[in-house]
């Protein structure tokens, strides 16, 4: 598929308001997709790899603007991009407003061919743009960022305008066209006739909508049907919404009921002696994901030496890592983020800060996929894998979560005192028939804090401050999703220490994106948890609605901007 083919069904679907209509849309780029089909189900979504990928572009803004600049011609540099971006707020806008075409080099020819008389385009196909972006997330070491710029340069420099506006939003992880994997699961049950829930349950287990959709083209269902989670491959995590008791016990009948740790989320694959995967390198024997599938192996060697130690037959495991003191009490979650994303020295932190794995759910064990299985019976299948001794008492199994099964309240109370007394943050309610639903924030997994109701919202602007913190970022805006735009709900400066704001402020000053005078807008990129006292409907934020005593409690480092907080959970809660 040439890529101006993709870009023109892109503009198509972005001018589609009606979400039946973008899925017809979608629908028909996927069935004319044929060789490229993969690669399509990818970039109408912004990707460029399978989700579960660890893989990334490292393309940031400026080498983005750098490039486009030196494809717009001699006159222009990254500064005039980034000029033009403040006027025109958007990057594929700014791309679009250049003609490209006219410039020479090495990277002017990268992928073969220059662009069409006067920038035209034209020649440029998709799996072009995905192979040279592919190189270009394998660039690293001494000169990596120049071989960057110069193969974007050589792509952008073979791109009409509307090419250039998808090749500009992809790049930077923008595209936002409306399509969300909702729709393009949809598509891909219309295009090929098979039924969205097989599509549904094979996007689970893989995690990847370019090989679910060739898949559903070339095997039928019986294709879906035979796509397992494999050990190694990631998938999205089960999620909780906040809840109460009384709604719970209403709900389920008696609720199943684990303590809360204030740790970082992890998923342990572990396949000892290569017995699922083929591989007997024990370098690979053992893979460690954070919530959002960023792999941290390296980074915790201790969740590594528990697999070794505890687990003797290939598992997926779901579980937190939890920083502990010398007596194995449970350390304040700011602890943990020293160790988690660890790049560097990591014997030396791991003697500073020590953690350990706590386990609450099996998603794969010996050959077996548990995902559709009630969430005791995966609980008692996680307690069969950690356990030493199969008569080993619950309680001294290690790394294992217990899990209470009850109808009285009292009972759950109890249990959250007991979580509270023991340093953790509570207790997390769960349905005991629940199955495990990846990337699902639904109803059957509910946390019960014994603070006031907590929002993660995206950092959009703030302050810089007076007298002895004016070297401080402050006064703090927040803000959180309606669709794909940011509508502010409030600002936040209470709860915030000088030595936190002085954090803070190393931390957001890298994204200020403009400033004026004391104000300063961000570009969306730090996710705060903000806790509140209520809702109310305000004309003074863009979102119609204002956090009534906010009050800062932590960044929330295992967020991205697109999983923060939506106007509808908002309206929910406040109803």
């Known amino acids: 598929m040439e890529f101006a083919t993709f870009a023109d069904r892109a503009a198509a679907i972005e001018a589609e308001a009606a979400d039946l209509e973008i899925v017809d849309h979608v629908t028909a780029l996927l069935a004319d997709a044929t060789d490229d089909l993969e690669i399509v189900a990818r970039f109408v979504q912004g990707r460029v790899v399978p989700a579960w990928e660890s893989t990334t572009l490292d393309i940031g803004p400026n080498t983005c603007y750098e490039a486009i600049a030196r494809a717009a011609g001699t006159n222009v540099d990254a500064d005039d991009v980034e000029d033009r971006l403040a006027d025109l707020g958007e990057i594929g806008d700014v791309a679009a407003s250049y003609e490209f075409g006219g410039q020479q080099g090495l990277g002017a020819f990268t992928g073969g061919g220059g662009a069409g008389a006067n920038g035209a385009g034209g020649d440029l196909t998709v799996r072009e743009v995905h192979e040279t972006l592919t190189d270009l997330a394998a660039a690293e070491g001494d000169g990596s960022q120049d071989r960057k710029v110069d193969l974007l340069f050589g792509l952008f420099n073979r791109c009409s305008s509307e090419e250039a506006r998808y090749l500009a939003r992809l790049v930077l992880s923008e595209m936002r066209i409306g399509v969300g994997e909702g729709s393009v699961r949809d598509a891909i049950a219309a295009a090929f006739d098979v039924p969205v829930d097989r599509v549904e349950r094979a996007l689970q287990v893989s995690n990847d909508y370019g090989e679910v959709a060739r898949t559903a083209r070339d095997e039928g269902v019986s294709g879906l049907d035979a796509m397992d989670l494999a050990i190694g491959r990631p998938v999205q995590a089960m999620l909780a919404q906040a809840g109460t008791v009384t709604d719970a016990l209403e709900d389920w009948g008696e609720a199943a009921v684990e303590w809360k740790y204030d740790g970082a989320r992890i998923q342990l694959h572990h396949d000892p002696g290569g017995e699922e995967t083929g591989s007997m390198d024990s370098a690979v024997e053992t893979r460690v994901f954070s919530r959002n599938m960023e792999e941290v192996t390296d980074a915790l060697p201790e969740v590594v030496e528990f697999a070794a130690d505890h687990l003797d037959r290939p598992v997926i495991l779901d579980g937190e890592v939890v920083a502990v003191d010398d007596g194995g009490s449970p350390l304040p979650f700011q602890e943990v983020l020293k ?160 030595e936190k704001l002085d954090e803070l402020t190393a931390l957001l000053e890298p994204h200020i994106a403009a400033e004026d005078g004391q104000d300063v807008d961000l570009e969306p990129a730090i996710v705060f948890e903000v806790g509140y006292e209520e809702i109310q409907s305000s004309p003074t934020y863009s979102s119609s609605y204002a956090l009534r005593f906010p009050r800062f409690l932590g960044v929330r480092h295992d967020k991205d901007p697109e999983d923060a907080e939506t106007i509808d959970r908002l309206e929910r809660l406040r109803e």
């Open 339 to 498: 160790r988690f994303r660890r790049k560097h020295d990591v014997a030396k932190a791991r003697e500073e800060v020590s953690v350990r794995p706590v386990f609450f759910d099996c998603l794969h064990t010996g050959g077996d996929d548990m995902l559709d299985k009630p969430l005791t019976t995966r609980h008692e299948r996680l307690e069969r894998v950690l356990a030493d001794d199969p008569d080993q008492d619950p309680e001294a199994v290690p790394g294992l979560s217990l899990l209470w099964r009850t109808d009285d309240p009292d009972a759950i109370e109890s249990i959250d005192a007991d979580a509270l007394e023991a340093g953790h943050e509570g207790i997390m309610l769960k349905n005991p028939d629940s199955t495990y639903s990846p990337g699902r924030r639904g109803k059957n997994w509910r946390k019960r804090k014994p603070d006031v109701e907590t929002l993660d919202c995206v950092v959009t602007g703030a302050e810089w401050g007076e007298g002895r913190r004016a070297t401080f970022l402050g006064t703090f805006e927040l803000s959180v999703w309606n669709g794909d735009d940011l509508e502010t709900i409030g600002k936040v400066a209470t709860g915030i220490t000088d």
